[in-house]
């Protein structure tokens, strides 16, 4: 059973760094190998696991995160494979949330998908493309349940929008640092501290930033102001590019042993 | 002319018909839609918007268009008095102009110097190209690489008009896989671009906007038919794939109860096949491309592909008040397969000497099944959407008409 996201941001706050969360789609190559991929994550360092449900139309992602997921589905990911997962990275010893666009927790059943993830260990899900105002069944599914619902606040985000997001989320606040779709960049984004800054006077919930960090010295960079430090695509590429299984667990665990240092402050 | 007309299920909350519609987008493009949505409530307000738009209409557009009387045609549809809703006569070939002019004018307003577009048939991209090109707005569109092929025409044309065409090779690399890449596209540049989507689906005010701006369609074709036929029709016809031309036609009767409101899908190959785009016979309430409606999806939620010979119909999705329409028995949607349009598409040819789009041609092969059914009293409006220049080569292959020697017809 995964860690309540409260008792990881309280643990990682009193060691005086920054939570590492790293996302990596379900199924992708295979449900098998992801399983051993994120829980080599987990052992090399990371906090917390966006277990990513595969999508057929993820218009918020990059090039890299399109392609894991166009590769998972072929392998035949389908929720209940992500719920599985989901199962077994927790099982060995992960906190695991999952990130999925809306549709297919709707098509899967509100309540369904709340109860299972509830079972499976998970302690909460990202949904990028459910707003505020459409969440209400998903609210109602996830209270009572121990199921965080993280929301999203851009750089575009009126002070009065965050205070909105902010009141129906809970866990952490996810600050999508960059005008754009998920990837890495060579520079994180100069509007992250900035939109940090505004939404840690509206909320005391943790803040963890996204989008564009993939390296030990952004993770620091972005670590000196946010509670936590979402890699994605970074990983992905890492598995992406490698030659085999073996190597690509070297990698990820590699990436985030990296990355592990660099959240601390 | 400036404001919406009041229908019957306006009093949804903002941006929704019933269940369906609503905002499912990433939180970054917020801040645009409730700019956008601000600029269009001002905008119908204000009667110079209303003004400018009315001139454009009348000196380029070229409306009023025709509401044509096709009593050859109408021999074919058990006789009935049919008349066809002249949007092929317009400026650009079909209806998508009326869209985007309002668009446009919008994204000056708003100061933004940027368009962006996704096509499916190119008659959207070739719209916008040219909206954007009259208003001296920067252009890109995306187009399904699969799609940019069966309209090679219409990429030539956008090219023409200045727009840059991107081949979308993800996917499907239809339709739907453009408007991902249009969306990915607006998230990364929306400071200074508007993504001028081209029919009534996407997030709210999307839906809304765009039926306002073809509402003209319904509003001339009531006035006419009251003149030439004396009055109302018993049913009014469109092709729906994202459904703009149709809720533009509609709107004019919605408050007609005794007006019968007919869409026709693209059933590709037949229903039965699976290689259609039907999505009422087939799809379920979902969300897509950020609003709530059917979509053919599986079990699990995915998209499913969608297949028609016509690239304007081929989508797993539909206008969210096209899905609250059906849900209501308000109005009515079949399916017309590949072979039942491209008979329609000879017939109108050979009985009235109007080549049309071969989406519209799903609506003249509703027309043919419903003119039976209505029997020779019946008035019908067809809304010709489009003309089928685009399409000669799509329609040569279908029929065997030899082309010559150019390799890309």
Known sequence: MSRPLDEVFTATRAAGRAALIGYLPAGFPTPQESVELITAMVHAGVDIIEVGLPYSDPLMDGPAIQEAVDLALKAGTTTDVVLDTVAQVTAAGATAVVMSYWNPIERYGVERFAARLADAGGVGVIAPDLTPEEAGPWIAATTGRGLDRVFLVAPSSTDTRITTVCSVTSGFVYAASTMGVTGARSEVSSAAPALVARTRRLTSLPIAVGLGVSTGAQAHEVAAYADGVIVGSAFVRRILDAVDHASALARVGDLAAELAVGVTR | ?409
């Open chain 2, 1 to 409: 002319m400036a404001t919406s007309s009041t229908l019957p299920h306006d009093d949804n909350p903002p941006g929704h018909f019933g269940p369906y519609g609503g905002r499912f987008v990433p939180e970054a493009l917020t801040a645009a839609l409730d700019q956008l949505d601000d600029a269009f409530q001002a905008a119908i307000v204000d009667p110079a918007f209303g003004a400018e738009l009315a001139e454009l209409e009348r000196t380029y557009t070229g409306r009023p268009n025709p509401l044509t009387p096709v009593l050859r045609f109408g021999e074919l549809c058990g006789g009935a008095r049919v008349f066809l809703k002249r949007e092929d006569l317009n400026h650009t070939g079909s209806h998508k102009i009326n869209n985007v002019l309002g668009q446009a004018l919008l994204t000056t307003r708003m100061g933004k110097t940027r368009v962006i577009a996704e096509t499916g048939a190119g008659q959207h991209g070739v719209a916008a190209a040219t909206a954007a090109a009259l208003m001296g707005l920067e252009c890109t569109v995306y187009m399904g690489e699969e799609d940019t092929r069966r309209q090679a025409l219409n990429v030539a044309r956008m090219k023409l008009l200045g727009a840059e065409v991107i081949p979308v090779t993800i996917g499907s690399r239809t339709l739907k896989d453009a408007i991902n890449e249009a969306m990915r596209d607006w998230v990364a540049s929306v400071d200074r671009t508007h993504y001028l989507l081209g029919t009534v689906t996407g997030p709210a005010p999307f839906p809304t906007m765009v039926r306002h701006f073809h509402e003209v369609i319904g509003r001339e074709a009531r006035e006419q038919i009251l003149a030439a036929a004396g009055r109302l029709p018993d049913a009014v016809v469109a092709c729906v794939g994202g459904g703009s031309n149709a809720m533009g036609l509609f709107s004019g009767f919605l408050d007609d109860p005794q007006v019968q409101l007919r869409g026709y899908e693209a059933g590709g190959d037949g229903v039965e096949t699976g290689r259609h785009a039907s999505r009422f016979s087939t799809g379920v309430p979902g969300v897509l491309h950020g609003a709530r409606t059917y979509v053919m999806q599986d079990e699990w939620g995915q998209t499913l592909p969608s297949h028609s010979i016509s690239a304007g119909l081929d989508y797993p999705g539909v206008g969210p008040e096209h899905a609250y329409l059906h849900d209501t028995g308000r109005a009515i949607y079949e399916s017309v397969n590949d072979d039942e349009a491209m008979t329609a598409f000879a017939a109108l040819c050979r009985t009235e000497g109007i080549i049309p789009a071969i989406e519209s041609a799903h609506a003249l092969a509703g027309a043919m099944r419903l003119g039976r059914e209505l029997g020779p009293e019946a008035v019908i409006i067809v809304n010709l959407s489009g003309r089928g220049d685009k399409d000669v080569a799509t329609a040569a292959a279908w029929f065997g008409i030899e082309l010559g020697h150019s390799e890309s017809m």
